[in-house]
């Protein structure tokens, strides 16, 4: 009799054993229990640590409660100015209504992820491609409010979302390229241009100045030739202004020098062939003719 009660005692043992472990659950901290009995919903959400439900007739869904990060993989679309883009981004959620994400939803991750790519598709096609590689703040916001409307019934929330790259044709890549370096180029010009109308500004007030004391010239000339001799050249090549010139001029008082020579007198050339010699008289009985300027005084002493 007491070898019957101490086997009946162990298989009830052996029993409860077993029943405690079919009905004992143990929730993490950053988990809830949705307890479903016969498929309905049994009273509340069970929290985090230790509970109990009845085996076979009750099941336990555990829904995570962490901040989620699922990446969008990549979309192709159009965007507003008819350019060709491959967009992929990331997004973060949390389930804030556990009992929603389980009875509203099927999988409230694949619902997610399917909201995602749809909304970053559509967001796409009402941007322009500046907008999406400067303005990426405005289109996450944008994303986030397209995708935080629907998931609210599921009860999950959108915490952020992030455009994470964009990715251009290579032909788009050269024109922006192109683009980008044609800018460049023009405001190196401009800065350039703008530097040579100053520097003339200045060059022009310093000519005005320079020509009312004519020895600031000599003086900047002196400068110039000190910066360049302390370069230690062997050879220096030294520009005379014909300013300074006109200014020693100026200075230079006139010095007396010699008497002006006498103007030398051109004498008669020989007499060619069949001409008359200057002696003799002319053809028609007048006097001998003289060449161009001859005064007729040195005619006269000639023939004496």
């Known amino acids: 009799m007491v070898q019957e009660l101490l086997t009946a005692l162990a ?48 099941s336990m869904h555990k829904v995570n409660m962490q901040i989620v990060t699922m990446p969008v993989p990549a979309q192709d679309g159009i965007t507003r100015d008819n350019v060709t883009v491959r967009v992929d981004a990331v997004i973060y959620f949390k389930v804030v209504d556990p009992v929603d994400a389980i009875i509203r939803v099927e999988d409230y991750r694949f619902a997610v992820s399917q909201m995602a790519q749809t909304s970053l598709r559509s967001i796409l096609g009402k941007s322009d491609l500046d907008e999406l590689l400067s303005n990426r703040e405005k289109l996450n916001q944008g ?27 290579e032909t788009m890549k050269r024109s922006m390229a192109r683009q980008a ?55 220096l090549v030294l520009p005379f202004p014909v300013e300074l010139l006109r200014f020693l001029e100026r200075a230079t008082p006139p010095q007396p020098g010699p008497m002006p020579a006498a103007p030398e007198v051109a004498l008669p050339r020989p007499p060619m062939a069949g001409e ?29």
Request: charged share 25%; aromatic share 4%.
């Open 276 to 304: 008359p010699s200057p002696g003799s008289s002319a053809p028609d009985g007048n006097s001998p003719a003289l060449p161009d300027g001859m005064p007729e005084s040195a005619l006269t002493s000639k023939a004496a």
């Open 143 to 169: 994303l986030e409010l397209m995708m935080d409307s629907p998931a609210v019934e599921w009860g999950v929330t959108i915490d952020r979302v992030e455009i994470k790259d964009v990715s251009l044709p």
């Open 11 to 58: 298989i009830t043992g052996v029993a409860g054993l077993l029943y405690l472990a079919a009905a004992a659950r143990v929730v993490r901290q950053y988990e809830r229990g949705v307890v479903l009995r016969f498929g309905r919903l049994r009273g509340q959400v069970r929290g985090p640590g230790f509970a109990m439900i009845v085996p076979v007739v009750d």
């Open 181 to 235: 370096e044609a800018d460049r180029e023009r405001r190196a010009r401009i800065i350039n241009a703008d530097a040579e109308l100053q520097a003339s500004k200045k060059l022009a007030e310093a000519a005005a100045v320079m020509s009312d004391q004519p020895a600031a010239l000599q003086l900047r000339l002196l400068q110039t030739v000190v910066a360049v001799a302390a370069e230690k050249n062997s050879t």
